[in-house]
């Protein structure tokens, strides 16, 4: 395989974000279902900065094997004044007692489990429609009322 080809990371920003109260859907034929509201914080990069704005949230479903599968929309709103949408889809898995930790809202080190989406940016024409035109990946890690986030580029 010729390295031309190899695919990079560009960093692109970290994000965080207050979480509120989970609301239970409950148990579907799919798994079980919930809605995380997602509110305000920082997005913090060398190519973007500004803040999550609020009314997004992460609708949720933890399969039988236990993975929650995150599909997530959300806006931020760059420090210059333009509003992006983002939809943020993908897993987190771990250990049992490590995914037992998070539920009940301790402090847990991203790195004991996997926590890896892929967000889609909705962006204008114009300064951020770069967005617009790539892939990119994320890895995450979640609080008990909060959310970090951090986005590369695929290059």
Not at 43 to 52: A, D
């Amino acid at each position: 395989m010729s390295e031309s080809i190899r695919p990079g990371l560009e960093f692109v920003y970290e994000a965080g974000g207050a979480l509120g109260a989970p609301i239970a859907i409950g148990d579907t034929p799919d798994g079980t279902r919930r809605i995380i509201p997602i509110f305000s914080g920082p997005v913090e990069g060398p190519r973007i900065r500004g803040k999550l704005i609020g009314s997004g949230a992460d609708w949720q479903v933890t399969r039988s094997d236990g993975v929650t599968v995150a599909d997530a929309t959300y806006a931020m709103e760059t420090d210059d004044g333009v509003v992006i949408q983002i939809r943020n889809r993908g897993l987190r898995h771990g250990p049992a007692e490590v995914m037992q930790r998070l539920a009940r809202g301790e402090e847990v080190d991203p790195a004991d489990y996997y926590f890896r989406t892929i967000p889609e940016f909705i962006a204008p024409i114009g300064k951020y429609d770069w967005l617009n035109r790539s892939v990119f990946v994320c890895t995450g890690a979640r609080y008990a009322n909060a959310i970090r986030l951090w986005v590369w580029r695929v290059t």
